[in-house]
């Protein structure tokens, strides 16, 4: 059976668990001796293109980056015929797709012949809620994933596709997750990627406050206001998500002590604040560091046998 990872939703518990703990384990082995993974990017990106090549080279495997200038999905030519021809030469693609349905559309064409994994899609962002996972069990449980139960973390700004992976693994993981957005942004029901559906021990909430939603919690995630595509609306999304900067006054309502989060780039002045991004409550980097480990665990999991 081929394994995939485009979401977080359709992957069990037990094998989530088995993500984390691979993620994590030291790199003695080599499970990609002499193998390729296809690395397909639509859209641009520093830290996962550098987490994903590094984790493929850890793990003794050859990484090829595949530019959408070079590819052209359903431009240049179809989605399944990329994949197809990826199939042939490959046994996992990881890509970056403006469109989450591509990832079914190849696994139709393919015959599920090539492993999928989701670096981005307007969907999900699974491997960046890994890391995020495996950077607040760090900081709060000594590395123990299970430890988090009972933490209780804030969301606050525009509720995007990172919005949604992290807010599945936390409340999976029995995390108290608030999502503080205004109208227009927050999180809405449905999907593939629906933290209200995939439940879990864990509680979420929604409101339009970011006091109310920052509240004594632990950490404060933000994520920049103007994503990729985007563009067009800087000015409007400005001032209807002004009231949710992360800035030094907002932080005064969590708990002492609280973590600061950011999947970055951040757009400094924006979403947050320089003061608090570079403050020692930041986490940023250490999430960094983890976009690698979570690749290692994700590709470890892809390549046991079943």
């Not at 989530?16 to 990609?32: G, K, M, N, S």
């Not at 021809?85 to 599920?112: E, K, N, P, S, Y």
């Not at 503080?180 to 999180?187: D, F, I, N, T, V």
Request: net charge negative; hydrophobic share 45%; with cysteine.
């Amino acid at each position: 059976m081929t394994r995939h990872f485009t979401t977080l939703a359709e992957v069990s518990d037990a094998d989530l668990a088995r993500i984390y703990h691979l993620a994590l384990a030291p790199v003695q082995d080599t499970p990609l001796a002499r193998q390729g993974v296809a690395l397909v990017f639509e859209r641009p990106s520093l830290r996962t293109r550098a987490a994903s090549a590094s984790a493929v080279n850890d793990l003794g495997g050859v990484a090829t980056f595949f530019s959408d200038e070079e590819i052209g999905l359903d431009s240049r030519e179809s989605a399944e015929d990329v994949g197809r021809t990826l199939a042939q030469m490959f046994d996992i693609c990881a890509a970056r797709i403006r469109h989450h349905g591509v990832f079914a559309r190849i696994r139709a064409a393919t015959g599920d012949q090539m492993s999928l994994i989701n670096l981005l899609s307007d969907v999900a962002h699974p491997t960046q809620a890994v890391a995020d996972v495996l950077t607040l069990a760090e900081r709060f449980a000594g590395g123990d994933v299970g430890g988090l139960t009972g933490l209780r973390v804030a969301y606050v700004g525009d509720a995007t596709n990172v919005t949604r992976s992290l807010a599945v693994a936390l409340v999976r993981l029995g995390v108290e997750v608030t999502v503080g957005a205004p109208s227009g942004y927050q999180l809405t029901p449905g999907g593939l990627e629906d933290p209200g559906v995939v439940g879990g021990p864990g509680t979420l909430r929604l409101t339009d406050s970011a006091t109310d939603a920052v509240d004594g919690v632990d950490a404060v995630y933000t994520d920049a206001w103007v994503s990729m595509g985007f563009e067009e609306e800087t000015a409007q999304r400005r001032l209807d998500l002004a009231n949710f900067r992360v800035t030094n006054e907002l932080m005064a309502c969590a708990r002492p002590g609280a973590a600061v989060m950011h999947c970055l780039p951040a757009h400094r002045g924006d979403e947050i604040t320089d003061d608090v991004l570079d403050s020692t409550a930041s986490l940023v980097w250490r999430q960094v560091y983890h976009r690698r480990t979570a690749m290692r665990g994700v590709l470890r999991w892809m390549k046991e046998e079943i």
